[in-house]
Each structure stands twice: as structure tokens, then as C-alpha cells.
């Protein structure tokens, strides 16, 4: 049967639409159809680090890029998790790492193990059976090591790049696998008589004419044309921060292989570094906090950084409904805002081209498709949200008027479910199309303090010596190496 998808064009300005593109390109090779992308100047690049999941399940991976050149182009840094401070009132802090913990033993989540330990000894650390943890403590991890050294073997970790070196890496992959670069900013949309899109008018003064449209860019220039509801789900209630303040530097440092995350009387801070920049953001509430204060304390945490370089933005955490509309995709920023914490655009933006790709219509108008695609990117976006708020919805840090509205806050009810369900049971269960894994999910909870209550009877009927033998086989660290 003919396709009339004989024209695809992808619209964005940074990583998101270069990744798109490849994506795409790699697809439909030797399919005929022809790729755009179409590049929009930048006026200030608000991410210079931007994070990928690696590993051997990661997106480039599947697309045959091999990992450790892109690493080596784009600087990168190996990322084993999230620390978090200033989250509890107690001086702790929260390091929430990647991947699993021990291994499931007899059909058991490997937690209930620990937990029964907990009744005897309640100073049992889990994540000394994490290798991620293991990896961020002593910065050390090599993936071309993982066969000769047991703590080295991940499956998941992330990846922190340099933005623009990921971009002209991207590019560069796009170009060889026969896509057209236009380097131009849209000025108009055209529809068809059916309302679609057909071409977008360039600032030249030249028609980009397309059979389907991928839209990446930060203000929808393209969905926003066809799209029926346009109008974003606001989650100002769960999350009230309202401007976004970015800086960065040359890295004066060893980067860390993990995310810093600190709250601040105000909202939250986050660091990243690749090996040559660092960068951090700050999101907070603008009615405790102006500008200008929001940047000088941002600077504090950043040495070598200049004020004047800081941008400033307003934000507002939420998603769109609609997705994909007539023959018109968005992707990542086009898709929904979230918090800079443990989740980027970027990420949520390649799994959502991958699922697309896998639906990739014959038709321009495919209702049934587009439906569906919709219905998976809101369970996706959504669960990845509950994964922030999760970290907001347990802490009971109270200093500043911030963190008092968090303490009134009534979370989504599909959280708190999940909250009170392993709390007192210790279980979890995960939903389809979830960015985050039930380890991920599992290891947030229980670092976070949400120990279950009560554990899988089924860790009774093992004898305990044996079963801290085998637990020990799987442990990565141990008090006394400290």
C-alpha cells in the first residue's frame, strides 16, 4: 500500500531535534521518504548540559551509535544518580542512584530482604548494594571494564553532555544518513484544505513544504497551528515555582558522576558538570524571591561564574494534552515543562521518537494512531512528574514559606497510592510506559525514608544465615569502608 508520508520535517532549535532527526533518519533508511530538519538559530542556550540515559539499553545504542566516541565528542560525564540536601531537617543527605540493588532472589524484590535485616539492625544502608552508589562514591566507572570488575557492571546510568558538541554530533550523524539541514527560523504555517499542515514559510522568504511534522521547539511553533486544545495542564498547585534561573562555567574542578540537588528557602537548586563546564539552575518561588537574589545565590554555588551571565525565565511545570494533531508531533519542551531535576526534555523527547517511529503513520491524518501515541506520552510524562514530586511529597523540611505550602500540598492521587501502598506492604507496581523503572521508583522510596512497614512473607521461609549470605555476595560496600 502507498504512503503519502513521502516528506517529513523536524523543527527545534538544540538536542532535541537533532536526535529526532537521526532517530527518524535511521528508521526509514533506504524507505525513499526525505528527512528536514529545520534548525532555528538560538538565542542562549538555556541547558548547556544536557542528560541522556546510557548503557546498553540507552537511545543511541539502539540507533547503532557507538557510545564511547560520542562520549569522548561531547565531553561527557558518567552520572550514577541524584544527591539530594537540605531535603529533611536532619544534616543527612538523600543520594538516590540508577539502576538496581542487589538482585531478586526466589521471584523477591530484593528489598524485602533488606527490610527484614532492618528489624534487627536498623543502621543496614540499601544502597551498599548498589553499584551505581558504589560508582559515585569512589568516582570510578569505566562501561569497557564492566566484565572484569562486579561493581562496574551497569546496566543504567546517565550521560552528561555539552549541549552544542551533543547537537553538532547529532548533526553530523543526520547529514551522513541523508538529511538536509536548513539552518532558518519559521515565520509562517500554511494548512491544507483538510487543516493539516503543508509547508512553513522561512525567513527568506522560502516554503518548506512537508507531508509530516515533527514539532521540538521551545514555543510550538508548529503543533500550536493545528492543535484543537492548546492549552497546558498547569501543575503550578504541586509545584509552585514559577521562574528559572541558569548560570555556568569552566569546570574548575573533577566533575562529580552524579546530580547535586539542594533545596533553598526559595526552591531547589541543581548542579551537573561535564568534564570541561558546570552548570546549575535554580527554580523558585518569585513571590519570596526576586531575580537578582535568585542569581547571586546560584552564583554562590558555582566558582568561577559571572552574575551577568545568568539568564532568567519565567517557568511554569505542566504538559499538553495533545501531542500529536493531524499530521503534527511535539516532542520534549513542545511537549511539557518539568522541573531541571532528575529528568530532562531531552530524555522524555527521544523516548517519545522511538515510541513515535514504532507508529509511524502511512496516512497524514491517522486519528487512531495519534490517540494512542497521546494516551502513552501522558502516562509517561505524568509518572515522570509523580517521580519529582515524590521527593516533595515525603520531605518534611518546613524553613520558608516555600516548603510550608509543600507541607499543605495534596499530592495526585496515583502518588500517594504508590506512596501508601509500599509503605505498608513494600510493594510497587509498575505501569507501562514509564520513563523511570521500578528499580528507579523502589530506590527513590526507600532512600527517601519510605521503609515498608512490613516485608514479603515469603523472606520468612528462608533460613536467615543463608539468606545473609547470599545478601552479602551482592553487596557492593561495607561499613568498615568508610
Known amino acids: 500500500m502507498q504512503s503519502d508520508v513521502r516528506k517529513i520535517v523536524i523543527s527545534g532549535t538544540g538536542a532535541a531535534a537533532g536526535a529526532a532527526a537521526v532517530a527518524t533518519a535511521v528508521s526509514l533508511q533506504g524507505s525513499g521518504i526525505s528527512i528536514t530538519l529545520l534548525l532555528s538559530p538560538s538565542s542562549g542556550n538555556p541547558r548547556p548540559v544536557d542528560v541522556f540515559r546510557g548503557g546498553p539499553m540507552g537511545f543511541h545504542t539502539k540507533l547503532g551509535i557507538e557510545e564511547s566516541g560520542l562520549c569522548r565528542q561531547t565531553h561527557a560525564v558518567y552520572g550514577m544518580g541524584a544527591r539530594y540536601r537540605g531535603l529533611s531537617e536532619s544534616e543527612d543527605d538523600v543520594f538516590v542512584p540508577l539502576g538496581t540493588h542487589g538482585k531478586t532472589l526466589r521471584l523477591v524484590d530484593f528489598h524485602h530482604y533488606v527490610a527484614k535485616l532492618r528489624v534487627a539492625d536498623v543502621a543496614q544502608h540499601f544502597n551498599d548494594w548498589s553499584a551505581a552508589a558504589t560508582a559515585a562514591r569512589t568516582g570510578r566507572f569505566d562501561p569497557a571494564q564492566a566484565d ?134 535554580f527554580i523558585y518561588d518569585s513571590s519570596s524571591i526576586n531575580d537578582e537574589q535568585a542569581v547571586e545565590q546560584l552564583a554562590k554555588t558555582l566558582p568561577g561564574t559571572a552574575p551577568d551571565d545568568a539568564k532568567t525565565a519565567p517557568f511554569r511545570a505542566g504538559r499538553y494534552s495533545r501531542h500529536w494533531e493531524k499530521n503534527c508531533v511535539a516532542l520534549g519542551s513542545a511537549a511539557a515543562a518539568l522541573a531541571p531535576l532528575e529528568v530532562s526534555s531531552l530524555q522524555l523527547a527521544q523516548s517519545a521518537v522511538l515510541r513515535l517511529l514504532a507508529m509511524l503513520p502511512r496516512r497524514k491524518d491517522s486519528p487512531m494512531l495519534a490517540a494512542e501515541f497521546n494516551r502513552m506520552a501522558n502516562v509517561e510524562i505524568d509518572s515522570a512528574r509523580d517521580y519529582q514530586l515524590l521527593r516533595l511529597a515525603v520531605t518534611n523540611r518546613q524553613t520558608g514559606r516555600f516548603w510550608q505550602q509543600i507541607q499543605r500540598t495534596r499530592w495526585p492521587d496515583a502518588l500517594l497510592r504508590r506512596i501508601d501502598l509500599f509503605r505498608s506492604h513494600g510493594r510497587f507496581t509498575a505501569r507501562d510506559h514509564e520513563f523511570f523503572t521500578k528499580a528507579n521508583w523502589i530506590s527513590s522510596l526507600v532512600n527517601f525514608g519510605v521503609w515498608p512497614a512490613s516485608y514479603d512473607p515469603l523472606v520468612d521461609m528462608i533460613d536467615e544465615q543463608r539468606m545473609r549470605d547470599e545478601l552479602n555476595r551482592f553487596r557492593y560496600w561495607t561499613p568498615s569502608e568508610d
Open 148 to 281: 572484569l570488575e562486579p561493581a562496574l557492571r551497569l546496566r543504567e546510568y546517565d550521560l552528561y553532555v555539552d549541549s552544542d558538541r551533543y547537537l553538532d554530533a547529532m548533526l553530523a550523524h543526520a547529514s551522513a544518513l541523508g538529511v538536509r539541514v536548513v539552518r532558518q527560523s519559521p515565520l509562517n504555517a500554511e494548512l491544507n484544505a483538510e487543516g493539516m499542515l503543508d509547508s512553513v514559510t522561512l525567513d527568506d522568504g522560502s516554503r518548506l513544504q512537508g507531508d509530516f511534522f515533527i514539532d521540538c521547539s521551545e514555543d510550538r511553533f508548529l503543533i500550536r497551528n493545528v492543535s484543537s486544545d492548546d492549552e497546558l495542564c498547569d501543575w503550578s498547585s504541586w509545584f509552585a515555582c514559577d521562574r528559572l534561573v541558569s548560570l555556568s562555567a569552566k569546570s574548575q574542578q573533577s566533575p562529580r558522576m552524579f546530580t547535586s540537588i539542594e533545596a533553598h528557602d526559595s526552591g531547589l537548586l541543581s548542579q551537573l558538570s561535564t568534564r570541561a563546564l558546570a552548570t546549575g539552575s
